[in-house]
């Protein structure tokens, strides 16, 4: 097994105050365990399993400030109304067609929520229910009291769930930047195969050493996932030559370099798959960092996605702060669709954020304002939402139906399907 140590990135982040030092190190215990527990080495998506989402101890499941200017990352619902009202110029189009309700997966602070409730009574287009799926107790509360201020004809309609509704639901699903924060596998491209990355402990294994990233052999499953989409990128119609168990071909038919890094989530499609089992009628609509495939594997490419976020400020660390800090990947939106036309849903739209939000009249609000100091504010937050530099070209849009036959009014703008 290659082993390679992992450069820590404590030394340009803010430092942990006691509470947070002794929470990380709870957490680094857990996952010193599980590695222990698996033989040695762990997948990264085991990792990032324990390190995200175990009871109590992970990122998102512990009580750790996460959103806003007060947390580790600011997403487009905190950072203005601008992104909600728009977003609720396209639910309404899908609300006053069908009624129904309107469920938001991954709430975080409640910000979303607390603009699209009153965007929608606006528009006469309030959904019976606004359900909030959300896994972490802290946020929940959070949420509940950023709600509470609601008048009560948009609050009685806020439920909170545990999980996706049993019966088939009617109306908008919304999840925004919830498809990056699934756990993901690393691979490497080697010199003779494809390999895992994964996680083990540092001075030979010793527990009371810190973790390194390790490298083993991909097994079969994997090594002809990425054999198929290496060949896909250069023909559509190709298949992998092996099956059975058997190991993928080599070379694979992207010329990846050796020690070309990226990512591939297999919880994707089965995410897909059981929201699709939860949409009996209506839009699907995910936003999210996010890539065609071709341009995700893009050979040039060479050290993928991984993005870890504390305080601010973004590194390519995931070893850093166990627990403590946020650790995503951008999404392969060909995966998306691919998951989406094999649960029956219509792959409606997907374009970028910036033209998602025109489409929607963000121009309009801030036309709107009332007065240059006001419409001043507005301008600079539309431009982080819309400049390509900004969110505008690296979040992307993708809305999947069933039982709509009209078009979206978010994609009339621009439709970038042909790239998937």
């Known amino acids: 097994m290659q082993q390679r140590g992992s450069r820590s990135h404590a030394d340009i982040l803010p430092p942990l105050d006691a509470a947070q030092a002794g929470h990380s190190l709870a957490v680094l215990r857990a996952v010193r365990a599980a590695i222990e527990a698996h033989g040695g080495w762990m997948s990264f998506e085991e990792y990032l399993r324990v390190v995200l989402y175990a009871p109590g101890l992970g990122y998102y499941a512990a009580g750790s400030a996460k ?35 309107v469920l938001e997966l991954g709430a975080g602070s409640g910000a979303l929520a607390a603009t699209l409730l009153p965007a929608l009574h606006e528009l006469d287009a309030l959904p019976a229910h606004y359900d909030i799926l959300e896994v972490s107790a802290q946020l929940a509360a959070r949420q509940r009291q950023r709600l509470s201020g609601l008048p009560a004809i948009l609050r009685d309609r806020v439920r909170w769930r545990a999980t996706l509704p049993a019966e088939p639901m009617t109306g908008v699903c919304i999840a925004n930047e919830v498809a ?61 030559g092996a099956a059975n168990g058997s190991p993928a071909p080599w070379p694979p038919p992207v010329p990846w370099p050796p020690g070309y890094q990226s990512e591939i989530c297999p919880l ?15 839009a699907l609509l ?45 999404v392969d939106f060909t995966r998306v669709a691919e998951a989406a036309v094999d649960a029956q849903l219509q792959v409606a739209g997907y374009c970028t954020q910036a033209a998602f939000l025109l489409a929607n009249g963000i121009e309009a609000d801030v036309a709107a304002a009332r007065g240059a100091v006001q419409r001043a504010r507005l301008a600079s937050e539309a431009r982080q939402l819309l400049l390509p530099e900004e969110m505008g070209e690296r979040f992307k849009v993708m809305g999947l139906t069933r039982g709509l036959d009209a078009p979206l009014r978010g994609f009339a703008v621009q439709d970038l399907r042909r790239m998937l």
């Open 286 to 330: 995910l936003i999210d960092y996010g890539l065609s495939r071709r341009e995700y594997y893009h050979p040039e490419r060479v050290r993928g996605t991984l993005r870890c976020h504390f305080r601010h400020r973004a590194h390519d660390d995931p070893l850093c702060y166990p627990g403590l800090q946020d650790i995503s990947a951008w």
């Open 268 to 282: 994707l499609a089965p995410w897909i798959a059981s929201l699709a089992a939860a949409l009996g009628q209506g």
């Open 67 to 101: 959103l806003g200017r007060d947390g580790d990352f600011i997403t487009a619902p905190e950072l203005s109304q601008l992104f909600g009202r728009a977003l609720a110029r396209q639910c309404a189009e899908v609300l006053q067609r069908i009624g129904g309700d």
């Open 180 to 240: 990056d924060a699934l756990p993901f596998r690393l691979f490497v491209v080697g010199a003779r195969g494809f390999l895992e990355r994964g996680v083990a402990l540092g001075a030979n294994g010793d527990a009371s050493a810190g973790l390194v990233l390790a490298d083993r052999d991909a097994d079969a499953p994997l090594g002809r996932e990425l054999w198929h989409i290496a060949a896909a990128l250069t023909d559509p119609g190709s298949e992998p």
